[in-house]
Protein backbone atom coordinates (compact mmCIF):
# COMPACT_ATOMS: atom_id res chain seq x y z
CA UNK A 1 0.00 0.00 0.00
CA UNK A 2 2.70 2.42 -0.87
CA UNK A 3 4.31 3.67 -3.65
CA UNK A 4 4.75 0.49 -5.68
CA UNK A 5 1.10 -0.12 -5.48
CA UNK A 6 -0.52 0.63 -8.42
CA UNK A 7 -4.44 0.00 -7.19
CA UNK A 8 -3.62 2.63 -3.96
CA UNK A 9 -3.99 6.42 -4.25
CA UNK A 10 -0.57 7.37 -3.33
CA UNK A 11 1.21 4.66 -6.07
CA UNK A 12 -1.23 6.63 -8.73
CA UNK A 13 0.24 9.75 -7.75
CA UNK A 14 3.28 8.43 -7.96
CA UNK A 15 3.29 7.10 -11.20
CA UNK A 16 1.06 9.88 -12.61
CA UNK A 17 -2.05 7.89 -13.55
CA UNK A 18 -5.28 7.54 -12.78
CA UNK A 19 -7.86 5.65 -12.07
CA UNK A 20 -10.81 4.56 -9.27
CA UNK A 21 -8.54 5.61 -6.71
CA UNK A 22 -7.67 8.65 -8.17
CA UNK A 23 -10.06 10.14 -10.73
CA UNK A 24 -9.55 13.25 -13.15
CA UNK A 25 -12.41 15.29 -12.79
CA UNK A 26 -11.89 16.45 -8.98
CA UNK A 27 -11.04 20.25 -10.15
CA UNK A 28 -14.55 20.15 -11.80
CA UNK A 29 -16.59 19.96 -9.25
CA UNK A 30 -14.45 23.06 -7.42
CA UNK A 31 -14.49 25.16 -10.12
CA UNK A 32 -18.44 25.12 -10.26
CA UNK A 33 -18.24 25.50 -6.36
CA UNK A 34 -16.54 28.97 -7.25
CA UNK A 35 -18.60 29.86 -9.98
CA UNK A 36 -21.27 30.01 -7.91
CA UNK A 37 -20.04 31.97 -4.77
CA UNK A 38 -18.71 34.54 -7.40
CA UNK A 39 -22.00 34.85 -9.55
CA UNK A 40 -23.64 35.24 -5.65
CA UNK A 41 -21.64 38.28 -5.32
CA UNK A 42 -22.51 39.77 -8.92
CA UNK A 43 -26.08 39.51 -7.33
CA UNK A 44 -26.19 41.67 -3.91
CA UNK A 45 -23.61 44.23 -5.84
Known sequence: ???GDRKSRK???FRKSY???RP???K???A???KKKTAAKK???
Open 24 to 26: RNK
Open 11 to 13: GKV
Open 28 to 30: KTT
Open 32 to 34: TAA
Open 19 to 21: GVS
Open 1 to 3: MGK
Open 43 to 45: KKA
